[in-house]
């Protein structure tokens, strides 16, 4: 971890995108998802990604966390070069270098949203005590202390997508990705989700890239990126 | 495997089926081990009571214990034999006995032995002359001590003076007497079989190992073939029908823990094919293929040892309720933990086949619009 933060220091970003191609290869068809991206994001920016649908955006936050190698270009995560990664290699980077955030609410049903944070440490490191006081403090942080040992299904949506980022923020991520994070909610409550998601980033000086249709969100973002067909236009 | 340990606890109802039928087929695997090795028990105590390391037999017997005549020569040449250091007489004869107490055709199928060299249980010099120890399991048949039982169409008249247990012999009540009650009995009641003072069927042999040849190979040498040694559990396999018993059961268990594999395997792959959008997450927060399997196979393993338990009690339950001498069969600690390990092997093996499609979930696939 302190080699990871040193060496995002030294660059100042927490990801460079450069000439990144992405080609689905289905049956005979071949469908370019992201054509020569480039992108960077600060240590401690925060980036709105905004596009129609189809146009690459999941694609993008999938290589970026790790999730998908792409066909073509370099990607640098807090300055570690992951695109030559085995599936191993990419395994251990997601656990201890990035956190997701889904569109769709994607907790482990038959954990607390205590437990939905602890899994994180339960896969990986294995810190006991110093987890679960952390996991503690982010359920403070994001109101939900009161409802640690409640089952997902027992939550209200927009609980649940704070269950979702505290779980995200559990391993101290340089860079954490949210695919639509507020889709699933209303107006007020997305706007809620997302004011909070800024005060966590914020808070830490964590960059984050948030994927959203709504551009009521954008103006939370540091900046907006624009992505059409593949290609990013600023 | 704190993950899969919550999920039994908190989602019992998914184990439940599977637990259910693991359940029956270990039950069902404790029940064959322990019929078998009853009914083997059954045919074998004799021999195994013997305190003996090797059994001599005529050369021209094949193995049987009924048609094996050892002649008083041939008994001094193996006396002989360096190396041995005990040899006692054994012979055997079987007779339909009449119990006081029980109907005039209701005759209790008995084997009487005659002994020399004491087998376990039995007091070292054999009872007097018409006097004989009964195995217990002819205590379900009316015979006590004191009893006098009449033996064969000469209704031979020997009288229990003890009990001895687990020395049964073709899964029939034993009576032990000198050889000379063998003798009168046996020549009473088999005129075909007669035998002159000094013959016995065969000899039960104390000995050491001498030199690279065994004990069995030097006696055999030493009689010129006149007779055929074996060791005791030579000679218990080689009792009519063990080995057949053997083969059967052992086959029946096979094709069991067949089905158990295949349960596991039906079960894990169903399961994980429910969890593939679960699995999918945790691999995208950084779970590795081998956290995930060391998961299915750690419930695999505990489904099998609920069952395993399960099994146990009731086959001690079952050895508890039968009635001695009705149902041969017997719990012991060594078969029912043998298959509780076999099941829990079988419940390893059969997860190994949703292997590979915990390492074919793609991460990818967790994030994004469709689950
Ligand atoms: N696994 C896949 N196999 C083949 N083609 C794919 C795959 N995933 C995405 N695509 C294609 O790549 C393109 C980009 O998809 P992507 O999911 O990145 O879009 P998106 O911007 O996230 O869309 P949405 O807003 O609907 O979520 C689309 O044309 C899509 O059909
Ligand atoms: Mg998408």
Redesign the pocket.
């Known amino acids: 971890m302190t080699t990871l933060a040193e060496s995002a220091s030294t660059t100042g970003h927490a990801l460079e995108m450069r000439a990144i191609t992405k080609i ?1 290869r ?1 049956a005979d068809d071949e ?1 370019v ?1 992201l054509d020569h991206v480039d992108l960077t994001v600060a240590s401690d920016e925060i980036v709105a990604l905004v ?10 936050c999938s290589i970026a966390g790790g999730l998908l190698s792409p066909t073509n270009g370099s990607v640098a995560v807090a300055g570690q070069e992951i695109s030559g990664y085995s599936g191993r290699q990419l395994t251990e980077f997601r656990r201890a270098s990035v956190g997701f955030v889904f ?1 769709t609410v994607n907790l482990i049903p038959f954990l607390t949203a205590r437990e939905n944070l602890l899994v994180v440490d339960e896969i990986g490191p294995r810190l006991g005590r110093v987890a679960r006081d952390r996991a503690d403090q982010l359920l403070e942080e994001l109101g939900l202390t009161d409802r640690a040992s409640n089952l997902p299904a027992q939550l209200s949506g927009g609980q649940k997508q704070r269950v979702a980022i505290g779980r995200a923020l559990m391993n101290d991520p340089s860079l954490v990705l949210f ?2 994070p507020t889709s699933a909610l209303d107006s007020s409550l997305g706007d809620q989700v997302v004011r909070l998601i800024r005060d966590e980033m914020k808070a830490r000086g964590t960059a984050a890239i948030i ?1 959203t ?1 709504d551009d009521r969100i954008t103006h939370y973002a540091d900046r907006t990126v624009n ?1 059409e067909d ?1 290609r990013i236009a600023e | 495997m704190t993950l899969a340990l919550r999920e039994m606890r908190r989602r019992p109802g998914r184990f439940a089926v599977a637990t259910i039928i693991l359940t029956l087929i270990a039950i069902l695997l404790m029940f064959l081990g322990g019929l078998l090795d009853g009914l083997v028990a059954s045919s074998t105590g004799a021999f195994r009571a013997q305190r003996a390391d090797v059994l001599v037999y005529s050369g021209n017997s094949r193995n049987s214990l009924e048609r094996s005549r050892i002649e008083p020569d041939v008994r001094h040449q193996v006396e002989s034999v360096p190396g041995v250091t005990r040899v006692g007489g054994l012979g055997s004869v079987q007779l339909g006995g009449r119990v006081p107490g029980r109907g005039a055709r209701d005759l209790v199928p008995t084997v009487l032995f005659g002994y020399e060299l004491a087998p376990r249980g039995l007091p070292s010099t054999p009872p007097a002359a018409g006097m004989v120890y009964a195995n217990d399991s002819l205590r379900a048949k009316n015979v006590e001590v004191g009893s006098t039982i009449r033996l064969g169409p000469a209704r031979s008249a020997v009288t229990v003076v003890g009990f001895v247990s687990d020395t049964r012999y073709s899964g029939q009540g034993t009576l032990w007497g000198s050889l000379e009650t063998w003798r009168q009995v046996l020549n009473a009641n088999r005129p075909d079989a007669r035998v002159r003072p000094g013959v016995v069927q065969a000899l039960v042999v104390q000995g050491v190992s001498l030199g690279s040849a065994g004990l069995p190979e030097r006696i055999d040498r030493a009689t010129d073939g006149a007779t055929k040694t074996l060791t005791i559990t030579q000679a218990v396999n080689a009792l009519p029908g063990v080995s057949q018993q053997r083969s059967v059961f052992n086959q029946i268990i096979g094709v069991t823990v067949v089905i158990a594999i295949v349960v596991v395997a039906l079960f894990f792959a169903l399961l994980t094919i429910e969890r593939t959008a679960l699995y999918g997450v945790l691999k995208a927060i950084g779970a590795s293929s081998r956290t995930l399997f060391a998961g299915v196979v750690f419930q695999a393993v505990v489904v099998a040892l609920i069952a395993s338990l399960i099994g146990i009690v009731a086959s001690l339950t079952l050895n508890a309720l039968i009635p001695a001498g009705t149902i041969p069969f017997v719990a012991t600690p060594a078969r029912l933990l043998s298959s509780a390990a076999v099941l829990v092997v079988a419940a390893v093996v059969g997860c190994t086949f949703s292997l590979r499609r915990v390492l074919r979930v793609d991460p ?1 696939a967790a994030i ?2 469709t689950p």
Do not use: M, N, R
């Open positions: 689905y289905v469908v998802a596009g129609p649908s189809g146009s690459g955006k999941t694609t993008l569109q695919d639509e994927v249709h992505i593949g | 990818a994004g619009g």
